[in-house]
């Protein structure tokens, strides 16, 4: 039973080792920032363009650390995409509950702040 234990904390601990020595391999990168919706729009739209041009052709090892270095900036930009997202589901699901209850103040109060993200995202999409 000891022997058992003994085998099973050696490989656990060897596992363990390999994963962290995979990690520190890669080396991380300082995002872009996306404080608000527009600059994680213009940032998905920029980084988009980059991952785009570097995907489309073979890849070399330094094409695939800077897709690497790319998504850090991505992942941000997406982050603060969703966050806007949900905060604009949530004032459509008040307009809704608003038209129910024939509140007029209530629709038209989060109307607005529904319509303001929605036009930032929709207008951004046309520009391009």
Not at 48 to 57: C, I, Q
């Amino acid at each position: 039973m000891r022997k058992l234990f003994y085998t099973l904390t050696a490989c656990s601990l060897l596992m363990t080792g390999t994963a962290l020595a995979q990690q520190q391999s890669y080396q991380h990168f300082e995002p872009k920032p996306a404080e608000n919706l527009e600059q994680a729009l213009a940032n998905i739209h920029e980084y988009n363009a980059k991952l785009k041009s570097l995907a489309e052709g073979e890849m070399t090892p330094e094409d695939l650390a800077k897709v690497h270095e790319i998504t850090y900036t991505l992942e941000v930009a997406l982050a603060r995409l969703s966050k806007e997202l949900d905060v604009a589901a949530n004032s459509l699901e008040q307009v809704h509950l608003g038209s129910e209850a024939m509140n007029e103040a209530r629709v038209k109060g989060f109307a607005k702040d529904y319509l303001r993200t929605l036009e930032t995202i929709t207008t951004s999409q046309h520009d391009e």
